[in-house]
T-cell receptor, first 112, second 115 residues
Framework: SQELEQSPQSLIVQEGKNLTINCTSS?????LYWYKQKYGEGLIFLMM?????EEKSHEKITAKLDEKKQQSSLHITASQPSHAGIYLC????????????FGKGTKLTVNP | ETGVTQSPTHLIKTRGQQVTLRCSSQ?????VSWYQQALGQGPQFIFQ???????GRGNFPPRFSGLQFPNYSSELNVNALELDDSALYLC??????????????FGPGTRLTVL
């Protein structure tokens, strides 16, 4: 079973539009990470959230953590073509010896 | 730039062969983790090394093995390659031992194709 579910799987938006990506864990979250990946390349660290209710922003990207619901959301305001890529959430769920588990990713396309 | 490098960038092998992938971590990062990412999937944890000792392993068979060296370099070795081993292999470095609560910085990956 998938420990981290991301939704939607893919998203196509017009430049300038806002969007939200969600990440839901089936287990308790001890840390939640957001990464961005260009196709076939490495992961670029965006943000880490650890405490319930925590919210962090970087440029036009805001991430929030709802510890009780075991969910995190990533919100992009006024999207730009440079935001296009695959967004991955990773979590420390203390599941056996797994150090970090990942969702399958959300593919974002921003049309100019 | 994360300061984490990997080599080679691409590699083609045939079934049954052995392969070694290399990673150079950020200076001062004592932990390196390796992940396998199949097409359309999220990265899957293979194992982690902390100060040259294995510090956790995912659900991968023993033919996946690793080494970490004192100079912040590390290797992932895969023996008896299978077609399903075709994937992007990512290494990530972090400061501490826990890994899960330490931010991991990823390299660009090595694309392995097994024919």
């Amino acid at each position: 079973s998938q420990e981290l579910e991301q939704s939607p799987q893919s998203l196509i938006v017009q430049e300038g539009k806002n969007l939200t990506i969600n990440c839901t864990s089936s287990k308790t979250l001890y840390g939640l990470y957001w990464y961005k990946q260009k196709y076939g390349e490495g992961l670029i660290f965006l943000m880490m959230l650890q405490k319930g209710g925590e919210e962090k922003s970087h440029e036009k990207i805001t991430a929030k953590l709802d510890e009780k619901k075991q969910q995190s959301s990533l919100h992009i305001t006024a999207s730009q073509p440079s935001h296009a890529g695959i967004y991955l959430c990773g979590a420390d769920v203390r599941s056996g010896s797994e150090k970090l588990v990942f969702g399958k990713g959300t593919k974002l396309t921003v049309n100019p | 730039e994360t300061g984490v490098t990997q080599s080679p960038t691409h590699l083609i092998k045939t079934r049954g062969q052995q392969v070694t992938l290399r990673c150079s971590s950020q200076s001062g990062h004592n932990t390196v983790s390796w992940y396998q990412q199949a097409l359309g999937q999220g990265p899957q944890f293979i194992f982690q090394y902390y100060r040259e000792e294995e510090n956790g392993r995912g659900n991968f068979p023993p033919r996946f093995s690793g080494l970490q060296f004192p100079n912040y370099s590390s290797e992932l070795n895969v023996n008896a390659l299978e077609l399903d081993d075709s994937a992007l292999y990512l290494c990530a470095s972090s400061l501490g031992a826990l890994g899960g609560t330490d931010t991991q910085y990823f390299g660009p990956g090595t694309r392995l194709t097994v024919l």
